[in-house]
């Protein structure tokens, strides 16, 4: 009976990321979102934006191209330079930290990791 009413809550993974960015990119309220989508309470959807915002963070995912109309909009423009230079600036220290790990682990290990350039393949 437990695996039954678990499995009313499992929505597919384009169901999600459809809804997540209704209200990350498109400025679509939450309650708005979950009452047009049945779903049975607003909680799951602020669940699945939250981990979308983890994984944002992380760098696992990328940022929403903007569509055609809001390129005119200089608000909106200054919103997503913001939320690029954020990506970019997590994007680089995350950089910065697998280089310092592969650094560290060819000079405890004496073996060169990186691929050289000019190898044959």
Same mark, same amino acid.
């Given at each position: 009976?437990?695996?039954?009413?678990?499995?009313?809550?499992?929505?597919?993974?384009?169901?999600?990321?459809?809804?997540?960015?209704?209200?990350?990119?498109?400025?679509?309220?939450?309650?708005?979102?979950?009452?047009?989508?049945?779903?049975?309470? &607003?909680?799951?959807? &602020?669940?699945?934006?939250?981990?979308?915002?983890?994984?944002?963070?992380?760098?696992?995912?990328? /940022?929403?191209?903007?569509?055609?109309?809001?390129?005119?909009?200089?608000?909106?423009?200054?919103?997503? &330079?913001?939320?690029?230079?954020?990506? /970019?600036?997590?994007?680089?220290?995350? &950089?910065?930290?697998?280089?310092?790990?592969?650094?560290?682990?060819?000079?405890?290990?004496?073996?060169?990791?990186?691929?050289?350039?000019?190898?044959?393949?």
């Amino acid at each position: 009976m437990k695996e039954q009413s678990l499995s009313r809550f499992e929505f597919p993974e384009e169901f999600k990321e459809k809804l997540v960015e209704l209200v990350v990119y498109k400025n679509v309220s939450a309650a708005q979102v979950a009452k047009k989508y049945d779903l049975p309470n &607003i909680h799951i959807l &602020i669940n699945w934006i939250n981990n979308y915002k983890s994984k944002l963070e992380k760098g696992a995912v990328t /940022l929403v191209p903007m569509e055609k109309p809001k390129t005119k909009d200089s608000v909106l423009l200054k919103k997503r &330079i913001k939320d690029l230079e954020k990506a /970019l600036e997590k994007a680089n220290v995350l &950089i910065y930290g697998l280089n310092a790990m592969i650094d560290h682990a060819e000079k405890e290990s004496k073996v060169p990791i990186r691929k050289k350039g000019g190898t044959k393949q």
